[in-house]
T-cell receptor, first 114, second 114 residues
Framework: DTGVSQDPRHKITKRGQNVTFRCDPISEHNRLYWYRQTLGQGPEFLTYFQNEAQLEKSRLLSDRFSAERPKGSFSTLEIQRTEQGDSAMYLC????????????FGPGTRLTVL | DQQVKQNSPSLSVQEGRISILNCDYTNSMFDYFLWYKKYPAEGPTFLISISSIKDKNEDGRFTVFLNKSAKHLSLHIVPSQPGDSAVYFCAASFNAGNNRKLIWGLGTSLAVNP
């Protein structure tokens, strides 16, 4: 399977714990995006990487959220001191800068904070 | 302020008939439009797109129409099949410096009844 993959698919955690999600983009894609989606909403942009550089971070992203893409391949999204309001589907997408404008999404990680 | 609007939260269609999903936008900077399909507990799947320099793009049973003067686009599915039942998101793309941004509608839930 050469699509975008995300791990884990589901995560249940207690409030105050830290969680980390991983995304493996399509191999030739140099752009990588993280989104968050809640019920009844479209995906909400969190952050964007071009290769290993984090070029944009949403103003909505609190300091508890951090993302990395150390070698320009896979990326991790960490949430520290989770809150119940962090419960959502976290989506990763990738695209190729010189390709079309389509972003290709992974299956998402469903986070539930108890 | 919702820049991409899908005014119908849901749509129900008989199998074999045409499904028409609508999307309106407000920002003239958008130059590329995309439709995604989303099943529950999965990430969005890219369906079809259209550049702002075109007024129609067709791919099999799916056709997207763009009316730039009205800032309106629509997705036609003919004939509709039960497997098309999903949430459909309209997204609009524009160049934001280092980033190609996607702005999403809230989605329309399509039910195709056998």
């Amino acid at each position: 399977d050469t699509g975008v993959s995300q791990d884990p698919r589901h995560k249940i955690t207690k409030r105050g714990q830290n969680v980390t999600f991983r995304c493996d983009p399509i191999s030739e894609h140099n752009r990588l995006y993280w989104y968050r989606q809640t019920l009844g909403q479209g995906p909400e942009f969190l952050t964007y990487f071009q290769n290993e550089a984090q070029l944009e971070k949403s103003r909505l992203l609190s300091d508890r959220f951090s993302a990395e893409r150390p070698k320009g391949s896979f990326s991790t999204l960490e949430i520290q001191r989770t809150e119940q309001g962090d419960s959502a589907m976290y989506l990763c997408a990738s695209s190729f800068q010189r390709g079309g404008y389509e972003q290709f999404f992974g299956p998402g990680t469903r986070l539930t904070v108890l | 302020d919702q820049q991409v609007k899908q005014n119908s939260p849901s749509l129900s269609v008989q199998e074999g008939r045409i499904s028409i999903l609508n999307c309106d936008y407000t920002n003239s900077m958008f130059d590329y439009f995309l439709w995604y399909k989303k099943y529950p507990a999965e990430g969005p799947t890219f369906l079809i797109s259209i550049s702002s320099i075109k007024d129609k793009n067709e791919d099999g049973r799916f056709t997207v129409f763009l009316n730039k003067s009205a800032k309106h686009l629509s997705l036609h599915i003919v004939p509709s099949q039960p497997g098309d039942s999903a949430v459909y998101f309209c997204a609009a793309s524009f160049n934001a410096g280092n980033n190609r941004k996607l702005i999403w509608g809230l989605g329309t839930s399509l039910a195709v009844n056998p």
